[in-house]
T-cell receptor, first 111, second 114 residues
């Protein structure tokens, strides 16, 4: 059973600080990695994807991938109250045309 | 504008009724997916499709069925709804290709079975 593990939280971060979200995965052959944000009662929306080892930056968001350690992280700089949501880590299944989602980390940004 | 649409958004129905949840996408994506998600809980893949006339069962056992007769349309059917089917159902689609596995989600259908 291929798995994606995340700490469920809640993770509480003060406004303006850096939020750090982490994820580990079991499928060593995975090549594609995603972070989705899901507000309560809404659908998941993609915020970052990464395919290569290292860092990928997009605005306030940075995704980090370490394939040797099977570890993906998401950093959110200058956290805003609007960043309060559940963040889902997702990994492309290496042997099937589907994505394996983690159970999500609930992030709360306190003013 | 390319998008993915789900109807109805909300459905309240009695036990034993047959229902079909609709999902259509205008992005020309080959792959489509159905997920089930209870409030505050994780996503569970229940069905997916690689393309026309292809359907696969997902990781969560489901009493629903799907069909893929047209690329843009991927309906989900429950032959006899039960209270245990009460949940949110999310449809998603993605392109084919090695680097094109990003899934785009519809707004979801929130189903209540009384």
């Amino acid at each position: 059973q291929k798995e994606v593990e995340q700490n469920s939280g809640p993770l509480s971060v003060p406004e303006g600080a850096i939020a750090s979200l982490n994820c580990t995965y079991s499928d060593r052959g995975s090549q594609s990695f995603f972070w989705y944000r899901q507000y309560s009662g809404k659908s998941p929306e993609l915020i970052m994807f990464i395919y290569s080892n290292g860092d990928k930056e997009d605005g306030r968001f940075t995704a980090q991938l370490n394939k040797a350690s099977q570890y993906v992280s998401l950093l959110i700089r200058d956290s805003q109250p609007s960043d309060s949501a559940t963040y889902l880590c997702a990994v492309k299944d290496s042997s099937a045309s589907k994505i394996i989602f983690g159970s999500g980390t609930r992030l709360s940004i306190r003013p | 504008e390319a998008d993915i649409y789900q109807t109805p958004r909300y459905l309240v129905i009695g036990t034993g009724k047959k229902i079909t949840l609709e999902c259509s996408q205008t992005m020309g994506h080959d792959k489509m997916y159905w997920y089930q998600q209870d409030p505050g809980m994780e996503l569970h893949l229940i069905h997916y499709s690689y393309g026309v006339n292809s359907t696969e069962k997902g990781d969560l056992s489901s009493e629903s069925t799907v069909s893929r007769i047209r690329t843009e349309h991927f309906p989900l059917t429950l032959e006899s709804a039960r209270p245990s089917h009460t949940s949110q159902y999310l449809c998603a689609s993605s392109e084919s290709g090695a680097a094109k596995n990003i899934q785009y989600f519809g707004a979801g259908t929130r189903l209540s079975v009384l």
